[in-house]
């Protein structure tokens, strides 16, 4: 007579027998692997010429970004209907991740553009809002998502910018700071105080074109790293807006922005990957190539083990980033990947810094010149731990799901 035991031993080995496999997680389709191939082809042939002077001339030249709308990387997962792509966030990610091992400057340009704009309007846009901005964000317009402010970072709540009903619609006052893409867009999702709701935190993102009366744009600041990335102030002094720009329900802005961070942080984790795996790669070619004592600097362990212990936690990085973009693409809701995205990003931004690090020392003089752009890798690593949640605030969201809640 079979015992339960017995039965769950020959259930066992009945799977076995199907050769049911999991595949690994790092593993890509064909499809997917052709998607992230045609990106490393597009930087060799055209693109990677430009990262230098895109870099130094702090802004991403104009042809940049024509290719980037003409090779589809500006509406990746816009539907076909609507004139995108209609891939998948993996791909998105994939596609962060891989143009960061060349420039995280584009990289962060396509980022935003994509999983702060593109994603957020597909998302949580009326039928009439998407068949009016989707087609052309996929094709010439480029997107910033204007929610940070001079007194308002970590704490949204304490944003000033408000949005004042006035007849039909709204007029919106105020001024935001650290945007992205601002310099480039033709289109600002903007995050402001509705002060006609009771509630303290009460807040609406509206759609708001860039050449209407009343927006201007400073600038661009000058900054550390990711300088062709443009990072503006906007003001908005008395600009007028319908009601039907307004994306969501009434209130709904910051529920809105909570989403569209905690992809960013997803993407911004891949987009410090794929810097760490750029700047290991030139470092390990360097090192291959560069001799010392009559023998190839790779053969000391003082260069090969920091090395490897750098691409071991890239490696570890690239499962993080892979594990929480299949679960988003499989439907899991956001809200149940905050603290996933938190720590994706917290540790891809320590894994990218410390590879950067590392590379640098590998070339010695030469990674502390211009000319090797391991330089460069450096100095776009640091923001990584900056923004979209610095990493204080990604260890206080971490602590929140496991500290009594009296504490946190």
């Known amino acids: 007579m079979e015992t339960d035991m017995d039965s769950a031993v020959r259930a066992v080995k009945d799977v076995s027998r199907e050769g049911r496999k999991v595949a690994?997680?790092?593993?890509?389709?064909?499809?997917?692997?052709?998607?992230?191939?045609?990106?490393?082809?597009?930087?060799?042939?055209?693109?990677?010429?430009?990262?230098?002077?895109?870099?130094?001339?702090?802004?991403?030249?104009?042809?940049?970004?024509?290719?980037?709308?003409?090779?589809?990387?500006?509406?990746i997962e816009v539907p076909r209907a609507l004139a995108g792509q209609g891939e998948s966030f993996f791909k998105s990610i994939l596609a962060i991740e891989s143009m960061s091992r060349f420039d995280p400057s584009m990289a962060v340009f396509v980022h935003v553009h994509n999983l702060l704009v593109n994603n957020v309007i597909a998302k949580f846009g009326s039928s009439e809002q998407k068949e009016a901005l989707l087609p052309a964000l996929a094709s010439q317009i480029v997107g910033a998502f204007a929610v940070t402010e001079p007194e308002a970072g970590s704490d949204l709540g304490a944003i000033g910018t408000v949005a004042e009903e006035r007849g039909d619609g709204y007029v919106i006052n105020g001024r935001k700071r650290w945007i992205t893409n601002a310099r480039e867009a033709g289109l600002f999702l903007v995050l402001a105080r509705l002060p006609s709701r009771a509630a303290r935190h009460a807040a609406s993102i509206f759609l708001v074109d860039a050449r209407a009366p009343g927006v201007s744009v400073s600038e661009p600041i000058a900054k550390m790293g990711v300088r062709a990335s443009?990072?503006?102030?906007?003001?908005?002094?008395?600009?007028?807006?319908?009601?039907?720009?307004?994306?969501?329900?009434?209130?709904?802005?910051?529920?809105?922005?909570?989403?569209a961070?905690?992809?960013?942080?997803?993407?911004?984790?891949?987009?410090?990957?794929?810097?760490?795996?750029?700047?290991?790669?030139?470092?390990?070619?360097?090192?291959?190539?560069?001799?010392?004592?009559?023998?190839?600097?790779?053969?000391?362990?003082?260069?090969?083990?920091?090395?490897?212990?750098?691409?071991?936690?890239?490696?570890a990085s690239r499962l993080m980033v892979y594990d929480i973009a299949r679960k988003v693409e499989a439907g899991t809701p956001f809200f149940r990947l905050v603290t996933e995205a938190s720590g994706a990003k917290l540790f891809a931004s320590h894994v990218a810094?410390?590879?950067?690090?590392?590379?640098?020392?590998?070339?010695?003089?030469?990674?502390?010149?211009?000319?090797?752009?391991?330089?460069?890798?450096?100095?776009?690593?640091?923001?990584?731990?900056?923004?979209?949640?610095?990493?204080?605030?990604?260890?206080?969201?971490?602590?929140?799901?496991?500290?009594?809640?009296?504490?946190?």
């Open 261 to 315: 961070l905690a992809m960013g942080r997803i993407g911004i984790a891949a987009q410090m990957t794929g810097l760490a795996q750029g700047a290991l790669e030139r470092a390990v070619a360097y090192a291959g190539e560069r001799k010392q004592f009559g023998d190839s600097i790779a053969r000391f362990q003082g260069v090969s083990f920091p090395l490897a212990r750098a691409m071991t936690e890239v490696r």
């Open 24 to 75: 690994p997680l790092s593993q890509l389709t064909d499809d997917e692997l052709e998607f992230q191939n045609k990106i490393v082809a597009l930087f060799e042939r055209s693109l990677g010429d430009h990262v230098q002077s895109c870099d130094q001339n702090a802004q991403l030249d104009s042809d940049v970004i024509d290719c980037l709308f003409e090779c589809g990387l500006m509406g």
């Open 353 to 408: 810094e410390t590879a950067a690090s590392i590379a640098v020392e590998t070339l010695g003089g030469n990674g502390y010149a211009c000319d090797y752009g391991v330089e460069k890798f450096y100095r776009d690593a640091k923001v990584g731990k900056i923004y979209e949640g610095t990493s204080n605030i990604l260890l206080r969201t971490i602590a929140s799901e496991f500290m009594p809640k009296s504490v946190v």
């Open 230 to 259: 443009s990072t503006c102030e906007v003001n908005f002094d008395n600009v007028t807006v319908s009601s039907a720009s307004m994306l969501g329900a009434p209130g709904a802005g910051l529920d809105i922005s909570n989403y």
